[in-house]
């Protein structure tokens, strides 16, 4: 069997993480064999130390090759919010941060939209999942590598936010970017008002998150108890169906034994 070349093994391991969850290992462990079989032993071992997804990473995996433009948008979403950062953290006016927060907020909660319902398809919703999708969205869109890693589609554990917008180490080179013109260093009040301006920022932000994953667990709450009574129908129009039938059974029956009757007994 000749030697697989390189890129038909990158390819052949992204329809791993692209497939069924379930189907991961058992897929994996045979690329591994077929290549071991065809003499590439690196390739082997290296597929074979692959490790399958939770089950949030294989949604946002494919939920990176299905919405696409929102994974694109998310970064051109990404660099306006750095951008917005330095200047509000420099004196700017932090109207576009403030805006591009929000936009940030409608289309995480569009893309998490869109993976709940590939969840959904293989019936692996709940609030857990939906909370490490949302995390690891927005992580996405203030961290490049984080954007890089959502984009490859080959997650096997959610992502997390930096810690502080401001403070990730991978935003310190926005940092140095773009500057309001000035005639004067800021003052010491300036100073204050922008960073109480930032902590208020942060703080909105903060509460409007934790709304959401509210929201989310409150709308997975009523989504269940919309798919239990909807199963509750269905098994009460059954138990009637039966019903029903017995009844014209009972009643055939009936007609039957009253005819007999009659035939026998015309005075009855």
Excluded: C
Aim: proline content about 5%.
């Amino acid at each position: 069997m000749p030697e697989p070349v390189a890129e038909d093994v990158e390819l052949r391991i992204d329809a791993l993480y692209a497939g069924a969850l379930d189907r991961f290992t058992p897929d994996r462990d045979a690329l591994a064999k077929e290549l071991r079989a065809g003499g590439d032993r690196e390739a082997a071992e290296r597929v074979r130390a692959l490790r399958k997804p939770v089950v949030a990473a294989w949604a946002l995996n494919r939920l990176a090759r299905e919405e696409p433009k929102g994974v694109a948008e998310l970064e051109r979403l990404g660099r306006r919010l750095r951008d917005a950062q330095a200047d509000a953290m420099s004196g700017g006016d932090p109207e576009p941060l403030r805006a591009a927060t929000e936009e940030r907020r409608a289309l995480v909660g569009r893309l998490g939209a869109a993976a709940r319902a590939i969840l959904a398809r293989e019936g692996a919703g709940g609030a857990g999942q939906d909370e490490s999708v949302a995390s690891t969205l927005d992580a996405a869109a203030v961290d490049e590598r984080a954007l890089e890693a959502l984009r490859a589609g080959r997650l096997v554990k959610p992502l997390r936010p930096p810690t502080g917008f401001g403070e990730a180490p991978e935003l310190a080179v926005v940092a140095g970017g773009r500057r309001p013109a000035r005639a004067a260093a800021p003052s010491e009040e300036d100073e204050r008002d922008r960073a109480r301006s930032v902590r208020a920022l942060r703080r909105e932000l903060a509460a409007a998150e934790a709304k959401e994953r509210k929201v989310a667990k409150a709308a997975d709450r009523a989504r269940a108890l919309l798919q239990e009574a909807e199963q509750r129908r269905a098994e009460a129009k059954d138990r009637l169906k039966e019903a029903e039938t017995e009844l014209r059974g009972a009643t055939l029956e009936r007609k039957r034994l009253a005819a007999a009757v009659a035939k026998l007994d015309p005075a009855h």
